[in-house]
T-cell receptor, first 118, second 114 residues
Framework: AQKVTQAQTEISVVEKEDVTLDCVYE???????LFWYKQPPSGELVFLIR??????QNEISGRYSWNFQKSTSSFNFTITASQVVDSAVYFC???????????????FGTGTLLAVQP | DARVTQTPRHKVTEMGQEVTMRCQPI?????VFWYRQTMMQGLELLAY????????DSGMPKDRFSAEMPDATLATLKIQPSEPRDSAVYFC????????????FGDGTRLSIL
């Protein structure tokens, strides 16, 4: 069975602090994909990043960085120098490769609410 | 930027009424998903289409929910009869049929059943 665990329910930081959001996953697939989505207070879900199971290279995009470690089944997300606009719920998600490798359903974690205080 | 369009954005109705939610996927996307978000269950998949054919609707209560794609530009999710426990935000997402291209979500329909 596939499962995504985000153990941190809520995190509160002060602006300019760095913050790491944890994500641990379970899957029996050898090929799978991991995602992060952001849900700001307005409610929409915004795609942030996708990684495949064969690419463990860390990725950096501006103040965002992602650390993928297959050995610990983790895909953690770090925001450097956090800003108030980063306040949102962040979801980690997992998909496998059923249906001939087509886009597959997402298994979401329960989300982490990040509050960045000014 | 192309977006997934969902209507209505908000819906309040009484128990027992039929509810229809609509979704226009991004042009060129041939996979469409319906998710439901509640405080208790989080985000869960209800139904999944590829090239308009349903692939997985195991997450959907079959007795009252139905999902269809009458054409490539329209997906619908119906609830009949609606119940208070159906109150949630319903998201539609679309994607390309390639090795797990990201799904792009609409803004959701916030449904309240009184």
């Amino acid at each position: 069975a596939q499962k995504v665990t985000q153990a941190q329910t809520e995190i509160s930081v002060v602006e300019k602090e760095d913050v790491t959001l944890d994500c641990v996953y379970e899957t029996r697939d050898t090929t799978y994909y991991l995602f992060w989505y952001k849900q700001p207070p307005s409610g929409e879900l915004v795609f942030l990043i996708r990684r495949n199971s064969f690419d463990e290279q860390n990725e950096i995009s501006g103040r965002y960085s992602w650390n993928f470690q297959k050995s610990t089944s983790s895909f953690n997300f770090t925001i450097t120098a956090s800003q108030v606009v980063d306040s949102a719920v962040y979801f980690c998600a997992l998909s496998g490769t059923n249906y001939g490798g087509a886009t597959n359903k997402l298994i979401f974690g329960t989300g982490t609410l990040l509050a960045v205080q000014p | 930027d192309a977006r997934v369009t969902q209507t209505p954005r908000h819906k309040v109705t009484e128990m027992g009424q039929e509810v229809t939610m609509r979704c226009q996927p991004i042009l060129g996307h041939n996979t469409v998903f319906w998710y439901r978000q509640t405080m208790m269950q989080g985000l869960e998949l209800l139904a999944y289409f590829r090239n308009r054919a349903p692939l997985d609707d195991s997450g959907m209560p079959k007795d009252r929910f139905s999902a269809e794609m009458p054409d490539a530009t329209l997906a619908t999710l119906k609830i009949q009869p609606s119940e208070p426990r159906d109150s949630a935000v319903y998201f539609c997402a679309s994607g390309k049929d390639r090795a797990n291209q990201p799904q792009h979500f609409g803004d959701g329909t916030r449904l309240s059943i009184l």
